[in-house]
């Protein structure tokens, strides 16, 4: 099993920026491919980002693409989510996943979660 862990959640103005970080530990972690996820209340989870096993191909939803920045340290087990020009809109529980890629879309498919960290844009 890979155990989650997600932190730098927290409050910010709009246009500021904020930075996710979300540690892995269980299986080697250089092993899945990564990826972020959000959820606001009343909305269906929504795919962010994700980055392969070795952190040199990335894929973005059109909604954070140019001002999000997905990276990973293998060294530290870390994820990270740079999040910069933050919206109102961007307000949701953001989750961290491990999983596989799909190959024809870029985007990943979760088998371990994370258990959210709140970020909140005001306005």
């Known amino acids: 099993q890979v155990q989650l862990v997600e932190s730098g959640g927290g409050l910010a103005q709009a246009g500021g920026s904020l930075r996710l970080s979300c540690t892995a530990s269980g299986r080697t972690f250089n092993n899945y491919a990564m990826g972020w996820f959000r959820q606001a209340p009343g909305k269906e989870r929504e795919f962010v980002a994700s980055?392969?096993?070795?952190?040199?191909?990335?894929y973005y939803a059109d909604s954070v693409k140019g001002r999000f920045t997905i990276s990973r340290d293998n060294a530290k087990n870390t994820l990270y989510l740079q999040m910069n020009s933050l919206k109102p809109e961007d307000t949701a529980v953001y989750l961290c996943a491990a999983g596989s890629l799909e190959s024809r879309s870029g985007r990943l498919r979760g088998v371990y979660w994370g258990q959210g960290t709140q970020v909140t844009v005001s306005s």
């Open positions: 980055i392969n096993w070795s952190g040199d191909s990335t």
